[in-house]
Each structure stands twice: as structure tokens, then as C-alpha cells.
């Protein structure tokens, strides 16, 4: 069965893992008990810096591995991701169709088919399909529902994880984040300093 | 130089290392029984086991086999006797038979972790297409080969 080049361009987007897909995996169960520093950042900068952050949660590169249903998404339109993809018990797909089947460690230039390490979808406690601005944030900082991460832990993940690096860097023609990871990270630490406050729900979409 | 394992023999190869583990299988090692359908991971042709666990070869740089375990078809058994083996002749399972090399290395990937799959649970680990449309046979050939038998598809 051969494909035309369009579609091998948009194939395997198993897409789009991004922010916080590895929570789970790097559970710290010590952080729900955290203590935070007092703020240094004002609460309007701390909300402004919040919008932007939930700007990059919600490209396709990173909802489309943090959805509601037990599939992934894949491309720009977020359909369904093709194969009859599934979750599988842990995120890693199912026996016979796992994502290690078609998604290695890096995209791969040939095939179009993107990866990185641990390519996989974030667990249910971490969809965001359908959240507002104010759950998503809620969601985000909940230890119970993050993997047990604290904002020092949050900004670690954001600089350090490789899974998050591959929004930036998405392979073939998908359409990578706006901005840069940089500035995602100055965004973490603007929200971090003003004590990570969410928007109320009634002041969100 | 890399080094990995074939079918349980020691292999060498000495290729760029973006190369797709279908090439090297194919041309460098003349394990032919693996195929190339259309080079995107999509159609599962090219399926081997890397260290057990299935991968779509063509999207495989040979790099990322390095001191691994490669399984081919020509290395499910020596003998044609594979119980899925034996169950895809019982069942007449091919037609003109390309995908089904890659057929049977996704059945063997899923009963090696499912010994009796639900037809669920075949529907979501067999997406690998076949132009000839096989696939009630192979639902009733992995049955078979599970003693799970329904007759034939």
C-alpha cells in the first residue's frame, strides 16, 4: 500500500506529546505537602504569564497525547490518530500496536514519523481536552493529578525533559509551537514567582 | 560498525546509521522475508521484534538496534512450526501473501502478551494492511493458534 507525500507528511503524529506527559512517570509523592516561597511576582503578572502558558498546553502538539479518550490525535485538525491507535493500560498502547512500534527516539526524517523518548500519551488525570483556562491550571497543579509534582519540579520538567523539547522540534511539515522553549520557561518562572495562581473560574473561558 | 543480534546469531554491519533496519535486514543480512510496503509505518509489512517487541522496520534507524535482539519471519521458527505458523496454512490464510510476514510478527507480538485475545483486542493490535483483504482468515488463524478455534474465515 503506498501513500501520497501529503499524507506521509502527516502520518504518525502520535503526536503530540509535550508539556507533562512524563508526570506520571516521574512521580514525586512528597510534593503534595509543599510549602511555597512567598510571592515575588504580582498576581496580574502571574496571570498574564498563566494565559501564555495555557497558549502552549493547548497546541496540538501537546493536547493531541493529552486527550479524554482512549486514543490519540494527531495533526493540526486533531483527528483521530490513524491504525485504530489505542491508550492501553499505561499510555504506551496495546499489545501488538504499542507506540514503540512506529515512534523511536527521534523523528525520523525518512518517514516522516515523529519521536522521542518515551513517546506515549499522558494519563486521564492529565487530559485537558474541553478544560477552561481555570481547570486547566487547576489540573496542572494539583499533585494528585500531576504526578505528585511541585512548581520547582513543574519548571524542571518544562527545561529538562526531552518529551517537551519535541514540541519545538516536531519533524516533517508539523507546525511546531509558537515562540520557543525559552520563552515557555520564563513564562513557568514568571507564574512560579507569583505563587502560580489560576484565574477564577468565573474570570475564565 | 554495529553489532546486534539476528535470529540469534551475532551480526556486524557497517552502514550509515540512519539507515532503516528493513535495508539492512533486507540487503545487507538477505533476510528477504521481511517487506517493504509503504515506508511510513503505516501499513506493517516491514514488522519484526525488537528485543520481543514489535517494530515497523522502516521507520527503525539500525542505530537504535545496537546490542539489541532482532527477530525476523525467517527466525519465528525454523521449522514453519510456529503455532501461528502452522495456524495461518491450516486456515489458508494468504492470498498473495506480501503483508503476511508482517501479519504473523504482530500476532506473535500480541499472543506472546495476550495468549487468548479477545476479537477486541486482535482489531487493536492487527492494523496491518493487506490489499487482498485476509483479514477474517487471520482473525480465525490467530483463534486457531490460541485454541480459541471458530473455523474457517
Known sequence: ?205 | MLEFKVNGQLRRVDVHPDTPLLWVVREQLGLTGTKFGCGIARCGACTLHVDGSPVRSCSFPVSAAAGHEITTIEGLSNDVSHPLQRAWIAEQVPQCGYCQSGMLMTAAALVRLKPKPTDEEIDFAMTNLCRCGTYPRVRSAIKRATGQAEGRG
Request: proline share 9%; with cysteine; aromatic share 4%.
Open chain 1, 1 to 205: 500500500m503506498m501513500f501520497g507525500k501529503a499524507q506521509t507528511r502527516n502520518v504518525p503524529a502520535l503526536a503530540a506529546v509535550c508539556l507533562l506527559a512524563l508526570l506520571v512517570a516521574s512521580a514525586n509523592p512528597g510534593a503534595a505537602g509543599q510549602t511555597r516561597p512567598p510571592p515575588s511576582e504580582s498576581r496580574e503578572a502571574g496571570l498574564q504569564a498563566w494565559a501564555g502558558i495555557a497558549r502552549v498546553l493547548r497546541h496540538p502538539r501537546c493536547m493531541n497525547c493529552h486527550t479524554t479518550t482512549n486514543f490519540p490525535r494527531q495533526g493540526d485538525d486533531r483527528h483521530p490518530h490513524v491504525n485504530l491507535v489505542r491508550r492501553g493500560l499505561d499510555g504506551h498502547g496495546v499489545p501488538g500496536q504499542m507506540c514503540s512500534t512506529c515512534h523511536q527516539t527521534e523523528n525520523n526524517e525518512s518517514s516522516g514519523v515523529p519521536g522521542t523518548p518515551n513517546w506515549h500519551l499522558a494519563p486521564l488525570s492529565m487530559a485537558w481536552e474541553g478544560l477552561s483556562d481555570a481547570d486547566l491550571c487547576r489540573v496542572l497543579t494539583d499533585p494528585k493529578k500531576n504526578g505528585g509534582m511541585d512548581l520547582a519540579k513543574l519548571e524542571e520538567h518544562i527545561e529538562h525533559d526531552p518529551i517537551v523539547a519535541y514540541g519545538w522540534n516536531p519533524g516533517a511539515n508539523r507546525k511546531p509551537i509558537p515562540g520557543s522553549r525559552a520563552d515557555l520557561i520564563q513564562l513557568m518562572k514568571t507564574w512560579s514567582r507569583a505563587g502560580a495562581p489560576c484565574p477564577s473560574r468565573t474570570a475564565s473561558r
